[in-house]
């Protein structure tokens, strides 16, 4: 247990409206991820954090911004929801020496109607 | 840029049989890990094993054992003596702190 949560656990919204996914981990791991899983796709790497109020952007990032102002937190918002960020959301953890093995959270489940 | 290939959509494998699903992979960059994550029908993502590109000796974890065939660019995971509780997606992925996925095989193990 990598001790990652993430809230919601579910949410069904409306397009257009503002959504903002919570990270949360309890051992204060610098480097912090979120992906999306879609059918077809795998996952996908949307942004990721190498600590406080440091970010960058990943394979899909068009549509979603971050904030980590705590090490223990990282917020993905969906600014204005589309159909297309219909997914689901996962937040992972580096942890290791080598910053190298990932572990995830439980994932958020959105659905955009 | 990277990317990974998982050429088994399905696969159907009996009870106590061994079990490969196989994973090519491509990057230009030197220095890389190899993971393989497990995705049971509840949905979370199982982190099962790891090799870094420059491990000289394959990786095993209990009955997972990742064949790295860095010549090939191969990182197949295999499964010693399935159970049923092997029944899952499996995803194959890559990457120094950004992961690219595969599209995942999906595992059914027979009684």
């Known amino acids: 247990d990598a001790g990652i949560t993430q809230s919601p656990r579910h949410k069904v919204t409306e397009t257009g409206t503002p959504v903002t996914l919570r990270c949360h981990q309890t051992?204060?791991?610098?480097?912090m991820y979120w992906y999306r899983q879609d059918p077809g796709h795998g996952l996908r790497l949307i942004h990721y954090s190498y600590g406080v109020k440091d970010t960058d952007k990943g394979e899909v990032s068009d549509g979603y911004s971050v904030s980590r102002s705590k090490t223990e937190d990282f917020l993905l918002t969906l600014e204005s929801a589309t159909s297309s960020q219909t997914s689901v959301y996962f937040c992972?953890?580096?942890?290791?020496?080598?910053?190298?093995?990932?572990?995830f959270g439980p994932g958020t489940r959105l659905t955009v109607l | 840029a990277q990317k990974i290939t998982q050429t088994q959509p399905g696969m159907f494998v009996q009870e106590k049989e061994a079990v490969t699903l196989d994973c090519t992979y491509d990057?230009?960059?030197?220095?890389?890990?190899l993971f393989w994550y497990k995705q049971p029908s509840s949905g979370e993502m199982i982190f099962l094993i790891y090799q870094g590109s420059y491990d000289q000796q394959n990786a095993t974890e209990g009955r997972y054992s990742l064949n790295f065939q860095k010549a090939r660019k191969s990182a197949n995971l295999v499964i010693s003596a399935s159970q049923l509780g092997d029944s899952a997606m499996y995803f194959c992925a890559m990457g120094r702190e950004k992961l690219t996925f595969g599209t995942g095989t999906r595992l059914t193990i027979i009684p």
């Open positions: 990057t230009s960059d030197p220095s890389y890990g």
């Open positions: 992972a953890i580096s942890v290791g020496t080598r910053r190298d093995e990932q572990f």
């Open positions: 051992e204060n791991h610098r480097y």
